[in-house]
């Protein structure tokens, strides 16, 4: 089969078309086939080299994964040949203190599909039967694979770590993202005032569709003042941040007190120069969030059946032309999901 395998890290010439073979599930596995895998930035992590940890190579990256089931193993009763299924992309010990209380995301053993163990970028892949969730015959492949990522992080954050009630007031960081994209969504379906950032006129349009009351462009002015403006000196009470270092020190002045900065990346970098004052004197909550439970994922997919919120895909591409997808997320040219269709 083909599959994009990274043997090094690198720039995007690292990721490789390979013929390799077919991978045979083991007990309580199955064999997808797979019909689409969304690129996230974790791919663009994996790819130039890991921040911490350490990264088994060579790998087939894509942890996005959509497809119909071609083979089952031992062991797997509830799933049949031919089912379209999306797929959980965490794998967790299920017996630490941390799964046991309802925390998987911070299992010690916690590793992801197509980070830890080989994932979807390819024409067939294995995943833990478990991992599976029947496909919802509204969305097509492109969206469900457009969904596990980000759907199960935007809730995550905001729902679970955020703990947002309506009435309250988020910014949503980078609005063109993907896990912005859903972010935007969901708070708004929670009873939020919704407010975002973005980089054009376009995107921000693009934005409000999704559900963003206002969004101002960092390029242009001072957007921390404008979001002040717009909440009569107040600022806001939930951030939703994946950026990083080069939009904290922007977001702290633009939390209300009491307000809560929750994070779940840090692609423009991990460290500026904080004054710990601010973060006592206005009593704000920095909040670390890392990916998104099983239970998060089908929350999130049960509103987009229901119509609340759906799946933004950017560009579709064939496998061949994954090394622009990895461009069109360093470049940051997209609104939504990069998506690999086979
Ligand atoms: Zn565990």
Redesign the pocket.
């Known amino acids: 089969m083909t599959a994009a395998v990274l043997r090094q890290h690198g720039d995007r010439d690292a990721v490789q078309l390979e013929q390799v073979p077919i991978p045979e599930p083991a007990y309580g596995e199955v064999r997808i086939r797979v019909k689409a895998c969304a690129l996230n930035w974790l791919d663009v992590g994996i790819r130039r080299g890991p921040k911490f940890g350490v990264i088994p190579l060579p790998l087939i990256g894509g942890g996005d994964i959509a497809g119909e089931i071609d083979a089952l193993g031992a062991g797997v009763e509830n799933w049949r040949e031919g089912d379209a299924v999306l797929v959980y992309p965490l794998l967790?010990?299920?017996?630490?203190?941390?799964?046991?209380r309802g925390e998987?995301t911070t299992?010690?053993?916690?590793r992801i599909i197509g980070e830890h163990v080989d994932g979807g970028l390819a024409e067939y892949t294995i995943v833990p039967a478990a991992n599976l969730i029947a496909k919802p015959e509204s969305l097509s492949f492109v969206e469900a694979a457009a969904l596990p990522v980000v759907a199960m992080t935007a809730w995550h954050m905001l729902m679970n770590i955020g703990d947002l009630q309506a009435g309250e007031s988020v910014l949503i960081v980078g609005a063109g993202g993907g896990v912005a994209s859903l972010g935007i969504q969901i708070a708004r379906f929670a009873g939020a005032t919704v407010f975002a950032t973005t980089s054009s006129a376009e995107k921000a349009e693009r934005a409000k569709a999704l559900g963003a009351h206002e969004v101002f462009n960092y390029r242009e002015g001072d957007w921390v003042q404008q979001i002040l403006d717009a909440t009569n000196g107040r600022g806001v009470d939930l951030i939703q941040d994946n950026v990083g270092a080069a939009t904290w020190p922007h977001d702290l002045r633009a939390l209300a007190r009491n307000g809560r900065l929750v994070v779940c990346g840090s692609h423009s970098g991990t460290t500026f120069p904080l004054d710990i004052a601010q973060i006592y004197h206005r009593q704000l909550r920095i909040l670390g969030s890392n990916g998104g439970t099983f239970y998060d994922l089908t929350r999130t997919l049960a509103l987009v059946e229901a119509g609340h919120v759906r799946p933004v895909v950017d560009t579709v591409l064939p496998l061949e032309q994954i090394r622009e997808g990895h461009r069109l997320l360093e470049e940051g040219e997209h609104f939504g999901k990069v998506v690999i269709s086979f």
């Open positions: 967790t010990c299920g017996v630490c203190e941390f799964c046991r998987p299992c010690p053993q916690h």
